[in-house]
């Protein structure tokens, strides 16, 4: 099995001695927010939350992110929320990085080690807490959900990285590869949420150009990644948000393997007004 990891912000300020200022950028095309960003004077605090702060990294604004909200939540020890969603019509999904993460939804409670994973219906009851003695983090995806007619809504259901066999991409040998937590042909998901895995030497041989928006999360490895029309060096923690369209390939760099979380709106009709 591959070795895994999962990087985790912790916060904390550069030193006065320290520069830090590649390659954060915004464009109308992406962003590049950069690990070191994830310091304590950018994170937020969340209504009806206890003992949290949050690092958002995505949410719907014009010119940026236009379908989904993407946050890195730290739970302290006795931190949670049982009434975390504040908008009905929002289906999420939890990602755990760091520590243990105590989720319930609809009554059945799981206990989510690094590389868990939860998806929340839109209007599903569930509440998350941090019933250890250390500190937990998660990544917390929120999408409105867009309902299809003659299609029913998904249920909710638990993963984990370790029970999914990654899926290679046709004619790679495996370099490239996508762990599936939703089936693509499941007509009633508009969102996944997915792992992709390039080995050394994996690569995206050519500027994909497509209509789904993405956010990506470095998990592990380095890769220099293709970003409308500049190469961008990226690593563990950094994050990059694509827009629709926008032109993008990949080169893993290094000997391990190169890992990120993936955000893609699917599945849907495109809206015909804005």
């Not at 949670?80 to 755990?96: K, L």
């Not at 299809?148 to 984990?160: K, N």
């Not at 694509?242 to 699917?266: M, N, S, T, W």
């Amino acid at each position: 099995m591959t070795s895994r990891s999962y990087y985790t912000p912790c916060g904390g300020l550069p030193g006065q001695d320290e520069k830090h200022y590649d390659p954060a950028r915004f464009t109308t095309a992406y962003a590049v927010i950069p690990a070191t960003c994830m310091t304590d004077i950018v994170t937020s605090f969340l209504p009806g939350w206890e003992g949290c702060r949050a690092w958002m990294i995505a949410r719907p604004l014009s010119g940026f992110a236009e379908t989904f909200s993407q946050l890195i939540v730290e739970l302290a020890p006795g931190g949670g929320s049982d009434t975390p969603e504040p908008d009905a019509e929002a289906e999420g999904v939890i990602f755990v990085t760091d520590g243990t993460v105590e989720v319930t939804l609809d009554g059945e409670t799981r206990a989510l080690t690094p590389g868990g994973y939860a998806y929340l219906p839109a209007g599903s009851a569930w509440s998350v807490a941090n019933r250890t003695e250390a500190t937990t983090s998660f990544h917390w995806v929120r999408k409105r959900y867009q309902v299809a007619p003659g299609i029913p809504a998904p249920e909710g259901f638990f993963s984990h990285d370790d029970d999914l066999a990654p899926i290679a991409m046709p004619d790679t040998n495996g370099a490239w590869a996508t762990t599936r937590f939703v089936d693509p042909t499941d007509l009633r998901h508009d969102m996944h949420v997915n792992i992709v895995t390039f080995q050394p030497g994996g690569r995206i041989p050519f500027a994909e150009t497509h209509v789904m928006e993405h956010g990506l999360y470095v998990l592990q490895g380095r890769a220099r990644y293709l970003l409308n029309t500049d190469w961008v060096e990226v690593g563990p923690g950094d994050f990059m948000w694509l827009r629709a369209f926008c032109p993008q390939a990949c080169e893993q760099i290094g000997d391990e393997p190169f890992r990120y979380l993936l955000y893609k709106d699917v599945n849907r009709h495109a809206e015909l007004t804005l």
